[in-house]
């Protein structure tokens, strides 16, 4: 697992009839451990519509680290790494991606990359993690 995982919200819209919620809430894990061998859920707790506002304001603070293999035309110097290494608070900007178009806004997002490391693999590729 990536770190202790990730926070979520489950909400129930126009139930077709009324539950114990907190009654469920153990049955839920049992049935996530039973049919999923990669989800697992732990530390459940009540809340209410305000603590999506927190979620959200979690999610534009956190700091995220990315890994890339990258190819060049010409031979890579390590006076090449260096100066990528030594590159702190990139501004770049971002096309929404894809994979979540379904539920974010097509546009242009700026990202700042705060800094980066980069591990030559032979004289064209490198990897290069990016921590923003």
Same mark, same amino acid.
């Given at each position: 697992?990536? @770190? #202790? @995982?990730?926070?979520?919200? &489950? +909400?129930?819209?126009?139930? %077709?009839?009324?539950?114990?919620?907190?009654? =469920?809430?153990? $049955?839920? @894990? +049992? /049935?996530?451990?039973?049919? #999923? =061998? /990669? !989800?697992?859920?732990? +530390? %459940?707790?009540?809340?209410?519509?305000?603590?999506?506002?927190?979620?959200? #304001?979690?999610? #534009?603070?956190?700091?995220?680290? /990315?890994?890339?293999?990258?190819?060049?035309?010409?031979?890579?110097? =390590?006076?090449?790494?260096?100066?990528? $290494?030594?590159?702190?608070?990139?501004?770049?900007? =971002?096309?929404?991606? !894809?994979?979540?178009?379904?539920?974010?806004? &097509?546009?242009?997002? *700026?990202?700042? !990359?705060?800094?980066?490391?980069?591990?030559?693999?032979? *004289?064209?590729?490198?990897? !290069?993690?990016?921590?923003?």
């Amino acid at each position: 697992m990536l @770190g #202790s @995982g990730r926070p979520f919200l &489950l +909400e129930c819209v126009d139930p %077709t009839k009324m539950i114990d919620a907190r009654k =469920q809430e153990a $049955a839920l @894990g +049992e /049935y996530v451990l039973a049919n #999923s =061998q /990669y !989800i697992r859920i732990k +530390e %459940t707790k009540f809340v209410d519509k305000s603590y999506f506002e927190v979620l959200k #304001s979690m999610e #534009s603070t956190k700091i995220k680290e /990315y890994r890339c293999v990258v190819w060049c035309s010409r031979k890579v110097e =390590q006076k090449d790494l260096e100066l990528l $290494a030594s590159t702190k608070n990139l501004k770049v900007f =971002q096309n929404t991606p !894809i994979r979540v178009l379904h539920r974010r806004t &097509l546009k242009m997002r *700026e990202k700042e !990359i705060y800094h980066m490391k980069c591990e030559p693999l032979n *004289e064209r590729f490198f990897v !290069i993690v990016r921590i923003n």
